[in-house]
């Protein structure tokens, strides 16, 4: 069982960076997938930027070239570096550890068994 806790949400301007972190509190992931997925207002939770157990990344195109996905398996957590934040991206942000396709970077929901309970952005114009 892993459990994860996600730290860094917050509010900021148009244009800003946020630094979203995700440590597992129980487990390991390494040997797991780790992704980043977000539900906007009214919205299906998406996915945003997924790695894999060889760090290898995938991303949204809304996100391609603003955010980056990394992880530390030694201190067992996952980062996301979101910079030049637009207003669409206010959203919960959610980290997921997957356990059933660790060799491949993915956003599809149906490979993350794990599933912290989300840290809120909000970016105003």
């Known amino acids: 069982q892993v459990q994860l806790v996600e730290s860094g949400g917050g509010s900021v301007q148009a244009g800003g960076s946020l630094r979203l972190s995700c440590k597992a509190s129980s487990g390991y992931t390494s040997g797991k997938s780790m992704g980043w997925f977000r539900r906007a207002p009214g919205k299906e939770r998406e996915g945003v930027a997924g790695?894999?157990?060889?760090?290898?990344?995938t991303y949204a195109d809304s996100v391609k070239g603003r955010f980056t996905i990394s992880r530390n398996a030694a201190e067992n957590t996952l980062t996301l570096q979101m910079n030049s934040l637009k207003p669409e991206d206010t959203a919960m942000y959610f980290c997921?550890?997957?356990?059933?396709?660790?060799?491949?970077?993915?956003?599809?929901?149906?490979?993350?068994?794990?599933w912290g309970k989300g840290t809120q952005v909000t970016v105003s114009s």
């Open positions: 790695i894999d157990v060889a760090s290898r990344t």
């Open positions: 997921a550890a997957g356990t059933r396709r660790p060799t491949i970077a993915t956003l599809q929901e149906s490979d993350y068994n794990y």
